[in-house]
């Protein structure tokens, strides 16, 4: 069965940097784009970054140029780097795929951007 793990979380200063990563099982991980989501206490889940089978990217506006997803296709992973953290960036993070019209999500990894 498809299978999403996330890592990484943590507090982290404001400005400091952390990187999240997502394991991956249970389909052909090359040949599907790969997502990350985030949801902020007492606001809906919103899409962070995209990565497609080919690698293409894209970014919400307010992370772009802070925030790069990458994959590693031989790994089964995929990866958000996460530069200069804002206190806003404080939420859940999920790594998140579709197939067949289906929304798989891991159980989430904490970052918390805080002094």
């Known amino acids: 069965q498809v299978q999403l793990v996330e890592s990484g979380g943590g507090l982290v200063q404001p400005g400091g940097s952390l990187r999240l990563s997502c394991t991956a099982s249970?389909?052909?991980?090359?040949?599907?784009?790969m997502n990350w989501f985030r949801q902020a206490p007492g606001k809906q889940r919103e899409l962070v970054a995209t990565?497609?089978?080919?690698?293409?990217?894209n970014y919400y506006d307010s992370v772009k140029g802070r925030f790069s997803i990458s994959r590693d296709n031989a790994k089964n992973m995929v990866y958000l780097q996460m530069n200069m953290l804002k206190p806003e960036d404080t939420a859940i993070y999920y790594c998140?795929?579709?197939?067949?019209?289906?929304?798989?999500w891991g159980q989430g990894t904490q970052v918390t951007v805080s002094s």
């Open positions: 249970g389909f052909s991980f090359s040949t599907y784009q």
């Open positions: 990565i497609t089978a080919g690698g293409t990217t």
């Open positions: 998140n795929t579709f197939i067949s019209d289906r929304g798989y």
